[in-house]
């Protein structure tokens, strides 16, 4: 196997000669082998072991056998606990997923702390076709089919080509030590259920169901690949951006055959998992939406609009003192009196210092907000009414913030002064306002 692994990192990881390479150790058979097989060649390697207290004394004793195997060898070695269950209950997560989430985030972190390259994480091929019959097994895309990436930014995963059976035989050859986990025996969870017994009656009707299974996934990646390359092509026709918000032109979505597809494609990585919802949204009435853990897919006339979602209920009130000439949060916006008015446009207005009750206030519109739109000789509108005749979206109207004066609207900033704060014949200080 040694020699079948250099060889696979001479024609697939060329990239790591010479790198620092940190190597994710847990103690287990499959790590201890990644481990090995690294020390017999020549790279600059470190063990990282994470001790997650979920298995109470068996814990600890791998992290003492993780310590005894780095100091024996004189291999730099970087260990830390978890209070796992804590964290799980703490961010309302399973515990598999909240000792991924702490695994990852300090192995980031010593990457970039301690200045290594990469992860090494010793995931092998028959795990691959564990992930994959789980996926399988939940509903899936065709990403979920593709397997276990060999890598993933600065993760690497070296063993992919290699079975249980070959890491097993190399570690009795090499009379190589590790440690048990007790809870891989169990059938508590779904991956040791497929382990124990469908992935062994699936190599019981086919010997080489691994390799068959190996050549089944190149051939789903290669569809994903060409996906993805239809899935650029069509996203620069129907999506524009604009900061970090997403807009799909829902006419020339809608003319696609498979739009949905499409739309799972370009919003899969946003961690959306409501897809009949986000569906409908095409067809359905403006302001209907559906939101992932951190964003949301509003349904806006003719478009859906992707965007951070903002989750909080509290008003939002800024103060700006007479003597401020220059706020910055939540918006740019400056002060300065002026001799003359000269020309006045949406960024730019010019008011009677001396009808401003200070501190002024920048805050959202509310249902029921009313003002006088300049030009409109002192007749009141909704604001609700305005940002229909402005044909303003929702996220628009959402993104509008209003300049009051004692809870008057002076400005509704960017779009159009009010009526009651203009500069008449008898005007004796004037005030710029403008919006940067």
Same mark, same amino acid.
């Given at each position: 196997?040694?020699?079948?692994?250099?060889?696979?990192?001479?024609?697939?990881? +060329? *990239?790591?000669?010479?790198?620092?390479?940190?190597?994710?150790?847990?103690?287990?058979?499959?790590?201890?082998?990644?481990?090995?097989?690294?020390?017999?060649?020549?790279?600059?390697?470190?063990?990282?072991?994470?001790?997650?207290?979920?298995?109470?004394?068996?814990?600890?004793?791998?992290?003492?056998?993780?310590?005894?195997?780095?100091?024996?060898?004189?291999? %730099?070695?970087?260990?830390? +606990?978890?209070? /796992?269950?804590?964290f799980a209950e703490d961010y309302k997560l399973s515990t598999q997923v909240a000792a991924r989430e702490l695994r990852y985030n300090w192995f980031y972190e010593?990457?970039? $702390?301690?200045?290594?390259?990469?992860?090494? /994480?010793?995931?092998?091929?028959?795990?691959?076709?564990?992930?994959?019959?789980?996926?399988?097994?939940?509903?899936?895309?065709?990403?979920?089919?593709?397997?276990?990436?060999?890598?993933?930014?600065?993760?690497?995963?070296?063993?992919?080509?290699?079975?249980?059976?070959?890491?097993?035989?190399?570690?009795?050859?090499?009379? #190589?030590?590790?440690?048990?986990?007790?809870?891989?025996?169990?059938?508590?969870?779904? &991956?040791?259920?497929? &382990?124990?017994?469908?992935?062994?009656?699936?190599?019981?009707?086919? %010997?080489?169901?691994?390799?068959?299974?190996?050549? $089944?996934?190149?051939?789903?990646?290669?569809?994903?690949?060409?996906?993805?390359?239809?899935?650029?092509?069509?996203?620069?026709?129907?999506?524009?951006?604009?900061?970090?918000?997403?807009?799909?032109?829902?006419?020339?979505?809608?003319?696609?055959?498979?739009?949905?597809?499409?739309?799972?494609?370009?919003?899969?990585?946003?961690?959306? /998992?409501?897809?009949?919802?986000? =569906?409908?949204?095409? @067809?359905?009435?403006?302001?209907?939406?559906?939101?992932?853990?951190?964003?949301?897919?509003?349904?806006?006339?003719?478009?859906?609009?992707?965007?951070?979602?903002?989750?909080? $209920?509290?008003?939002?009130? =800024?103060? #700006?003192?007479?003597?401020?000439?220059? @706020?910055?949060?939540?918006?740019?916006?400056?002060?300065?009196?002026?001799?003359?008015?000269?020309?006045v446009s949406n960024k730019t207005i010019f008011v009677d210092s001396d009808k401003l009750q200070f501190p002024l206030v920048l805050r959202h519109w509310e249902?029921?907000?009313?003002? +006088?739109?300049?030009?409109?000789?002192?007749?009141?509108?909704?604001?609700?009414? *305005?940002?229909?005749?402005?044909?303003?979206?929702?996220?628009?109207?959402?993104?509008?913030?209003?300049?009051?004066?004692?809870?008057?609207?002076?400005?509704?900033?960017?779009?159009?002064?009010?009526?009651?704060?203009?500069?008449?014949?008898?005007?004796?200080?004037?005030?710029?306002? +403008?919006?940067?």
């Amino acid at each position: 196997m040694l020699q079948k692994f250099q060889n696979h990192l001479l024609n697939n990881f +060329q *990239f790591l000669k010479g790198k620092k390479l940190l190597l994710a150790t847990s103690g287990g058979i499959d790590s201890m082998v990644m481990l090995h097989l690294f020390q017999q060649l020549d790279f600059e390697i470190a063990i990282a072991h994470c001790n997650f207290q979920l298995r109470g004394v068996e814990s600890f004793e791998d992290q003492k056998f993780i310590q005894d195997y780095a100091d024996a060898n004189a291999v %730099p070695v970087y260990i830390t +606990q978890f209070d /796992t269950k804590a964290f799980a209950e703490d961010y309302k997560l399973s515990t598999q997923v909240a000792a991924r989430e702490l695994r990852y985030n300090w192995f980031y972190e010593l990457l970039e $702390t301690e200045k290594y390259d990469y992860i090494l /994480t010793a995931h092998h091929a028959d795990d691959n076709l564990e992930t994959f019959l789980i996926n399988l097994s939940r509903g899936t895309g065709l990403d979920g089919l593709t397997g276990i990436p060999e890598q993933n930014e600065n993760v690497v995963r070296p063993l992919l080509a290699f079975s249980q059976q070959e890491i097993e035989d190399y570690a009795k050859l090499n009379h #190589i030590k590790w440690q048990e986990d007790s809870s891989n025996a169990s059938d508590k969870y779904v &991956r040791n259920k497929i &382990r124990h017994h469908l992935v062994p009656m699936l190599k019981e009707l086919n %010997p080489n169901f691994l390799s068959s299974f190996h050549k $089944t996934q190149n051939y789903l990646q290669e569809a994903q690949n060409m996906v993805d390359d239809a899935a650029i092509m069509v996203y620069q026709q129907v999506a524009v951006q604009e900061g970090e918000n997403i807009s799909f032109d829902l006419k020339k979505l809608k003319k696609l055959p498979n739009y949905k597809s499409y739309l799972y494609q370009w919003l899969n990585e946003f961690g959306f /998992t409501a897809w009949d919802d986000i =569906y409908d949204l095409v @067809v359905s009435q403006s302001g209907k939406f559906v939101f992932s853990a951190d964003y949301r897919l509003l349904k806006d006339r003719e478009s859906l609009i992707l965007s951070p979602s903002d989750f909080s $209920t509290e008003k939002r009130e =800024y103060f #700006i003192d007479a003597n401020q000439t220059v @706020v910055n949060v939540p918006l740019n916006i400056s002060f300065s009196p002026v001799a003359d008015m000269a020309i006045v446009s949406n960024k730019t207005i010019f008011v009677d210092s001396d009808k401003l009750q200070f501190p002024l206030v920048l805050r959202h519109w509310e249902e029921g907000d009313q003002f +006088q739109p300049f030009g409109m000789d002192g007749k009141s509108k909704k604001i609700s009414k *305005f940002f229909k005749d402005e044909k303003l979206s929702l996220l628009e109207k959402e993104n509008t913030w209003l300049l009051c004066s004692n809870d008057i609207i002076v400005w509704v900033v960017g779009l159009r002064q009010d009526e009651r704060f203009k500069i008449e014949n008898t005007t004796k200080n004037i005030l710029k306002i +403008q919006l940067d």
